[in-house]
């Protein structure tokens, strides 16, 4: 595949029209993100179920995606600011990433341990020699 020809959204015709307009609703765009990246969609959907099961302040992924192709929809939906808005806004939390895959949601009044996780000290420890280049 090459790069050029890359998008981060497959986007039907009728929300292109809306977006058009300026009149998309954040249901629409999120249905269109979970078709077009379905391995970063269950990755962070997944996170958020596991953080309202367990209750603690975050949940985190700390395992590698299993092809090139899925840490691209990881990066791609961690990348845009309107991407993780919306699923910010869906499900009530705050997201963060290191590295090239560990994505996390955090509870909103978790500020400390958002803060902790996104400091310089935690990317630098969180560093492993297999992910130099991922």
């Known amino acids: 595949m090459e790069r050029g020809n890359t998008m981060s959204l497959a986007v039907p015709p009728g929300l292109l029209e809306q977006a058009s307009r300026g009149e998309v609703d954040d249901g629409a765009f ?6 077009s990246l379905p391995y970063a969609w269950d990755v962070i959907t997944g996170l958020v179920t596991e ?3 367990a209750g603690g302040e975050f949940a985190d992924n700390q395992v590698p ?3 090139e192709q899925a ?3 990881l990066l791609r939906l961690m990348a845009s600011d309107a991407m993780r808005a919306a699923i910010e806004r869906r499900y009530g939390v ?6 090239c895959h560990r994505a996390a949601v955090f509870r909103p009044a978790a500020v400390a341990a958002l803060a902790e ?3 310089p000290a935690a990317q ?6 297999e992910l130099v280049d991922c």
Do not use: I
């Open 65 to 67: 995606p299993p092809d």
């Open 124 to 129: 630098l420890r969180n560093q492993q020699p």
């Open 71 to 73: 840490r691209g929809q």
């Open 30 to 35: 999120l249905d269109c993100v979970r078709t």
């Open 117 to 119: 996780f996104t400091s």
């Open 94 to 99: 705050r997201l963060a990433f290191q590295n």
């Open 51 to 53: 953080l309202q099961a």
